[in-house]
């Protein structure tokens, strides 16, 4: 049984730490999130590319990779709402390897940076020296193997046991049906 002085530590891999001796400021952007960026359809081929090799290498993962990010066009830019995958697993820069934890010192977030639309990682709070800079994957799935899979292993108080979020199918529905009545839902339809 483990006592309030001591705690496991488990191999997380590499990470970011924090190695200014003034910390870091709340609110200071790190660094931008860096990759090749795929429209959805190309995402999606991609995926099943990866999916048909590893089958037939009999290769398949207990969970996918976390080196995507999804970078979302506000619908008020002139170009209208889209969406594009930011892939770092092949290139990338220290963005992607900031470890996850359910009590993140890190946030992302889309901006606009000199006419083009990126996304940055930020501070959210004072980052001590020696501190390991972290960001919540905010992941979901909805296969409750992968999510028992995704053992989180931040170490956090506020720890959720897994890095992934587990929505069942009928999730989004529950949330459909308390929001928006049927009639709500036609007139958007019409829309």
Same mark, same amino acid.
């Given at each position: 049984e483990l006592g309030v002085d001591t705690f496991r530590i488990h191999s997380k891999g590499t990470g970011v730490v924090c190695t200014s001796d003034s910390g870091?400021?709340? &609110?200071?952007?790190? @660094?931008?999130?860096?990759?090749?960026?795929?429209?959805?359809?190309?995402? @999606?081929?991609?995926?099943?590319?990866?999916?048909?090799?590893?089958r037939h290498f009999r290769l398949k993962p207990a969970l996918p990779d976390f080196y995507n990010i999804l970078l979302e066009r506000p619908r008020h830019d002139e170009?209208?709402?889209?969406?594009?995958?930011v892939d770092a697993s092949d290139k990338a820069n220290m963005g992607s390897t900031l470890a996850h934890s359910c009590d993140n010192n890190c946030t992302s977030a889309v901006v606009s940076r000199d006419g083009r639309l990126c996304i940055v990682l930020t501070t959210n709070r004072y980052i001590y020296p020696g501190e390991e800079l972290t960001h919540d994957y905010a992941a979901v799935t909805s296969s409750e193997d992968e999510w028992r899979s995704a053992v989180c292993l931040c170490g956090m108080?506020? @720890?959720?046991?897994?890095?992934? &979020?587990f929505a069942t199918q009928d999730d989004l529905q529950q949330i459909l049906n308390k929001h928006c009545s049927p009639l709500w839902r036609y007139a958007s339809l019409l829309k």
């Open positions: 870091i400021s709340p &609110h200071v952007v790190v @660094c931008e999130y860096l990759g090749e960026l795929y429209p959805p359809y190309r995402w @999606c081929e991609r995926q099943d590319v990866i999916e048909q090799a590893q170009r209208g709402y889209g969406l594009l995958f108080t506020k @720890c959720r046991g897994s890095f992934l &979020h």
